[in-house]
């Protein structure tokens, strides 16, 4: 079985999760999985990073994960850090 060549994006695999919790707080990790195209492996390391920097939180429902995005917190690279969480999920979410 050939693997295809997987085409890059302008958006980063960060982006595609939060663009995910956006379309729906109480996603599944397995669910963003699919729906980026990464692993789960991939998601749960990605979703840690959100919320140890601030802008991604969860709250437990029954057996399942709610999560919050803080929408207000800036953009980490200092061509983007002018913009907020915000910002991005507005502009990709049109």
């Not at 695999?13 to 789960?40: F, K, S, W, Y």
Request: proline content about 2%.
């Amino acid at each position: 079985m050939q693997k295809t060549k997987r085409e890059w994006t302008f958006l980063s695999n960060h982006a595609h999760v939060l663009c995910c919790v956006a379309r729906n707080p109480d996603c599944t990790m397995q669910v963003m999985a699919e729906q980026v195209g990464i692993t789960l492996r991939a998601v749960q390391r990605i979703v840690a990073e959100l919320e140890q920097a601030g802008v991604l939180s969860h709250q437990h429902k029954g057996r399942r994960n709610s999560y919050r995005i803080h929408a207000g917190k800036s953009l980490r690279h200092p061509l983007e850090s002018h913009h907020t969480v915000a910002d991005l999920i507005d502009a990709v979410m049109l």
